[in-house]
């Protein structure tokens, strides 16, 4: 299988016509040569934002995805002087909303969410993805990353990873395991958990975590690859057993890590960034991105995003770039080991 790189189409990027007549006007008054390379995305930046901006963020209202975008929205407002306004638009595993960024004007008043299920997985499990996550966006910043932990039902017979994994030795495809869908980076960590460690279980997809983690409690499934925001309640409450985290989190203090149960190089995660459209100007990316570091940098940012399990970033644009890039490599090779065939 090859990453999917769709044909997609946008819009022609919003023209700079005040700017290119100031340009024009300069170079005539002052007949200075020159002028000629003027850069009306710097001067349009200057300027912007002279009105509010959305923010389009691809899954529903109340999610982790939708909870990170509005605080980040709420600090942009005050950074940036203009409200950021949420705006949801779910549907497709996020790629409608993220189709509507792609063919945004690249003006800088449309900002999209992106995420891991959005910008990497889409690219690999989904057929005729509408966009190309590489091109067809000017990467902002990482906002952070919230790490996955292994949940097992509360009564299965292994009181930590190790003995986990002998059991699942000693009994292939007999144990189930839950996951919201074979196009999310929750069934690929599974899958590079079984290829790593040569175990085999049963998949049994839901259309929602709710179901899952329902079922997962009631014994129906086993075992449960998810964010800790949504399992640590559980785990608390001990109808969950927490055995690994891929990312140490003050959620679940006393889980450890993959790499301190055995399992080196085992820390996926799943990321939260900032996108514009292709063609947004550097001056305007840029100066989004410092907001977003000064938020990610905060004390309130990071009790914000502590709060929501998320480890604070702020990356750079580049930075950002490569992260995306990376993952894709990353995953695709899964994907690919695992003969997982895009739907």
């Not at 024009?24 to 850069?39: I, N, V």
């Not at 950074?79 to 950021?84: M, S």
């Not at 995420?115 to 499990?125: D, P, R």
């Not at 149960?261 to 799943?270: E, H, L, R, S």
Request: charged share 15%.
């Amino acid at each position: 299988m090859s990453v999917i790189v769709s044909k997609w189409t946008r819009r022609a990027g919003a023209a700079w016509p005040r700017c290119a007549r100031l340009a024009r006007g300069l170079l005539g008054a002052l007949g200075l040569m020159g002028l000629a390379g003027l850069s009306c995305g710097a001067a349009a930046a200057a300027d912007w934002p002279t009105h509010s901006i959305r923010l389009v963020v691809p899954f529903p209202p109340g999610g982790g995805t939708d909870l990170v975008a509005r605080a980040v929205a709420k600090s942009l407002s005050t950074t940036l002087g203009q409200p950021v306004v949420v705006e949801n638009k779910p549907g497709a595993g996020g790629t409608l909303g993220s189709h509507v960024v792609a063919l945004a004007p690249p003006d800088g008043y449309t900002l999209g969410i992106a995420t891991s299920s959005t910008h990497v997985t889409s690219a690999i499990l989904m057929k005729d993805t509408p966009y190309n996550p590489l091109t067809s966006f000017a990467p902002v910043s990482e906002i952070g990353s919230t790490g996955y932990v292994l949940a097992i039902t509360p009564d299965f017979p292994a009181s930590d990873m190790k003995s986990f994994i002998a059991y699942l030795r000693q009994h292939p495809g007999k144990v189930e395991y839950a996951s919201v869908g074979p196009t999310t980076l929750g069934y690929l960590i599974t899958k590079m958990l079984e290829l790593d460690q040569k175990v085999s279980m049963t998949h049994v997809p839901y259309k929602g975590a709710s179901q899952a983690y329902t079922d997962l409690m009631s014994g129906v499934v086993k075992a449960f690859f998810d964010n800790p925001v949504a399992s640590a309640e559980y785990v608390k409450s001990g109808k969950l057993r927490a055995l690994a985290v891929t990312q140490r989190t003050d959620l679940l203090p006393d889980t450890p890590s993959f790499a301190q149960v055995g399992i080196p190089g085992f820390d996926a995660v799943f990321w939260y960034g900032l996108v514009a459209p292709a063609g947004t100007p550097p001056a305007i990316v840029q100066k989004i991105q410092a907001g977003v570091a000064q938020f990610t940098g905060s004390a309130e940012g990071k009790a914000v995003l502590g709060r929501l399990g998320v480890e604070p970033m702020g990356s750079t644009p580049e930075a950002f770039a490569r992260k995306i890039g990376d993952d894709i490599a990353t995953w695709k090779a899964v994907a690919d080991r695992a003969h997982i065939v895009a739907e």
